[in-house]
């Protein structure tokens, strides 16, 4: 249930990053704390994302961190052209001190106006660099949803980051292939926070936990 580089692209213009850059820095900081208070016994526990675990999330997060952050520096090769669903991903033993950096890595990358401009790739697909920073930005907080909700933490995501997901995951004209990736929407009530919207979007249940 990753969010796909694929999918969501109208909408996006809605969106538009800063003259200097896209500042990945709030959703990547959440990250980073929320690793920080992982315990090793949670590792084998469930995630909202049925085919992996906390250790395979962890793993999930870790590639498209450095796929991500190789797409933004157009560094184009092995680790922008793999597909997140290729294989289960493999957690190294070294995640807790070596996710961190790569986590300020990537927000350097999306920082710097080049990483806009023209074409790159992630996950195997090509797309312009615009549409790859609000994907990446997506990736970080829907998964960073997905890992706090998995280890009972709180989970914050600023309204702009809430907003340039909502408009990319709801902007699609064919949902059919969003659904192959998310799963269809989960419809959530009336009024509900914008939070729980988009996580519903992304074919998540917002009040699912660990024992559900």
Same mark, same amino acid.
């Given at each position: 249930?990753?969010?796909? $580089?694929?999918?969501?692209?109208?909408?996006?213009?809605? #969106?538009?990053?800063?003259?200097?850059?896209?500042?990945?820095?709030?959703?990547?900081?959440? %990250?980073? /704390?929320?690793?920080?208070?992982? /315990?090793?016994?949670?590792?084998?526990?469930?995630? $909202?994302?049925?085919?992996?675990?906390?250790?395979?999330?962890?793993? #999930?997060?870790?590639? !498209?961190?450095?796929?991500?952050?190789?797409?933004?520096?157009?560094?184009?090769? $092995?680790?922008?052209?793999?597909?997140?669903?290729?294989?289960?991903?493999?957690?190294?033993?070294?995640?807790?001190?070596?996710?961190?950096?790569?986590? /300020?890595?990537?927000?350097?990358?999306?920082?710097?106006?080049?990483?806009? /401009?023209?074409?790159?790739?992630?996950?195997?697909?090509?797309?312009?660099?615009?549409?790859?920073?609000?994907?990446?930005?997506?990736?970080?907080?829907? #998964?960073?949803?997905? !890992?706090?909700?998995?280890?009972?933490?709180?989970?914050?995501?600023?309204?702009?980051? !809430? @907003?340039?997901?909502?408009?990319?995951?709801?902007?699609?004209?064919?949902?059919?292939?969003?659904?192959? %990736?998310?799963?269809?929407?989960?419809?959530?009530?009336?009024?509900?926070?914008?939070?729980?919207?988009?996580?519903?979007?992304?074919?998540?249940?917002?009040?699912? @936990?660990?024992?559900?």
């Amino acid at each position: 249930m990753s969010s796909g $580089p694929g999918i969501g692209l109208k909408g996006m213009e809605t #969106h538009k990053a800063t003259a200097t850059g896209l500042d990945l820095g709030p959703a990547a900081r959440q %990250i980073h /704390e929320l690793i920080g208070s992982v /315990e090793d016994r949670q590792l084998s526990g469930p995630t $909202p994302c049925p085919d992996y675990s906390v250790r395979e999330l962890l793993g #999930h997060l870790l590639g !498209l961190t450095i796929a991500f952050r190789d797409a933004g520096l157009k560094d184009l090769g $092995p680790t922008t052209d793999t597909s997140p669903d290729s294989a289960l991903p493999v957690l190294p033993d070294d995640w807790r001190t070596s996710l961190p950096p790569l986590l /300020e890595e990537l927000v350097a990358a999306w920082r710097a106006p080049s990483a806009l /401009e023209g074409m790159t790739r992630a996950g195997g697909v090509d797309l312009p660099g615009q549409i790859a920073g609000m994907v990446a930005r997506n990736e970080l907080l829907v #998964h960073g949803w997905d !890992l706090a909700r998995s280890t009972g933490q709180d989970f914050r995501a600023s309204e702009e980051d !809430l @907003r340039s997901s909502e408009a990319m995951l709801s902007g699609d004209d064919d949902r059919t292939g969003a659904d192959a %990736i998310f799963g269809p929407p989960v419809t959530v009530p009336a009024g509900a926070p914008l939070l729980d919207r988009v996580i519903g979007l992304s074919g998540r249940r917002p009040d699912w @936990r660990p024992e559900s």
